[in-house]
């Protein structure tokens, strides 16, 4: 890896936790040499890595009850990593932290009264929150001395307009952080950074920013900056994703509650794992599945989820007053050719037209030179966006 600094980052879920290393280059930018994953935390862990050229450097199992404390993964981890750098220097730890509250618009150095004030947050993000805070906790037993930095999915998004930002509830709930909050914000940070690199005359833009996985939403982002997205208070608003509803009448679950007598357990159940594009179909969570089935469920699944694309773009430009540029990005905007083409044929009333060879090719710009709006395709990596804060705030210390 050769001499410099470097830096680990670290996405913790329940029971898998995704980790890269990365290596700092002269000016501050970053760069990946490392990509790995441990799986099956609490059953039978596994720890896997590789290299930018996907060579395998581990590949190792235990068996249950074997490092079966977060602790002593991690303890494992950091000591593997420091074999691994070559002579280069560790620095810090950057983690994926989804919610940052109303307080964090920007990264921060974890100390204990940090911790404090984001395990307040895991009632607002209990499917995330608790597992990325397990992870710095471990770490920091593993290795107090390490600096871990916290990047926030929320952060980019503090500075959308204060309509952006709020519910039409009563002011106390508002004040009490019942409000939109919004998500993947590193992702939607990286692609404000790159697009003036790939597209210098959108620098200043209005620009619709489509992040569709697993898990959508969208941004509209003007000058650089978040204006609106579709994710609000929780992960589940907006778009349809993969298992989640995205945006519901909260008419229905009133309804559900009295007339099916649903709890609070099997509704978080419902909306977030048993809907979207699997409840739909009935066949698969898995855009690509979908596009190749048969089944008239399947399609309409898809033809749900394209339509809500087309629609929020429509919102987010009214709510950013202007729209110069489409962008998609995530698993199913860098790949998915027939969703783009759908999409952007349910925009065609607004000018958008595709190049059908670029679109099938993924090119980085894909509309048609007399398209009114230009549409890019721009890969994310939150990654490398955690690496950058990392190494930006370990600079200002
Ligand atoms: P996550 O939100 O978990 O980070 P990704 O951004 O990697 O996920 O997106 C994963 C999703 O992307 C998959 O569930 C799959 O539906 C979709 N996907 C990946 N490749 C393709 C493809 N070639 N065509 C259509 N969908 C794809």
């Not at 204006?227 to 907006?238: L, N, R």
């Amino acid at each position: 890896m050769s001499t410099g600094n470097a830096i680990l980052v670290i996405n913790a879920g329940s029971s898998s936790l995704k980790f890269s290393v990365f290596r700092e280059k002269p000016g501050g930018d970053v760069a990946v040499a490392i990509n790995g994953q441990i799986s099956g935390i609490g059953t039978e862990p596994k720890f896997e890595a590789k290299d930018t050229s996907r060579r395998v450097l581990a590949d190792k199992a235990w068996g249950a009850g074997e490092k079966s404390d977060r602790t002593a993964l991690l303890s494992y981890l950091l000591d593997w990593v420091e074999e691994h750098l070559e002579g280069a220097k560790l620095i810090a730890a950057g983690h994926r932290v989804v919610h940052g509250g109303s307080k964090y618009s920007h990264p921060v150095l974890l100390t204990p009264e940090v911790l404090a004030e984001l395990d307040a947050l895991i009632p607002l993000a209990p499917l995330h929150q608790p597992h990325n805070l397990a992870a710095i906790r471990a770490l920091a037993e593993a290795h107090p001395e390490l600096p871990q930095v916290a990047c926030f999915d929320t952060a980019f998004h503090r500075g959308q307009p204060w309509q952006s930002q709020t519910f039409a509830l009563p002011r106390a709930m508002t004040e009490e952080g019942v409000r939109r909050y919004g998500f993947h914000g590193l992702s939607y940070e990286y692609i404000a950074r790159r697009l003036p690199e790939v597209a210098p005359e959108l620098a200043d833009a209005h620009v619709v920013v489509c992040h569709l996985g697993s898990g959508a939403s969208m941004c509209a982002i003007k000058a650089g900056k978040s204006i609106d997205s579709t994710m609000g208070f929780t992960a589940v608003d907006g778009l349809p994703m993969g298992t989640r509803t995205g945006r519901l009448d909260p008419g229905v679950l009133i309804y559900l509650m009295r007339a099916k007598g649903m709890g609070a357990d099997e509704l978080e159940k419902l909306l977030y794992n048993k809907s979207g594009l699997l409840g739909v179909s009935g066949v698969s969570n898995d855009m690509r599945v979908l596009l190749e089935s048969a089944e008239p469920h399947a399609a309409e699944a898809v033809e749900l989820f394209c339509h809500s694309v087309a629609k929020e773009t429509g919102a987010l430009a009214a709510s950013m007053g202007g729209l110069d540029a489409i962008v998609f990005t995530a698993g199913i905007g860098e790949r998915s050719a027939p969703v783009r083409a759908r999409v952007a044929k349910k925009l065609a009333w607004l000018g958008v037209h595709l190049d059908p060879d670029a679109n099938d090719a993924n090119e980085a710009k894909i509309s048609a030179p007399d398209s009114r709006i230009p549409v890019w395709v721009i890969p994310t990596d939150e990654e490398r966006m955690i690496a950058q804060h990392t190494v930006e705030v370990m600079e200002q210390r």
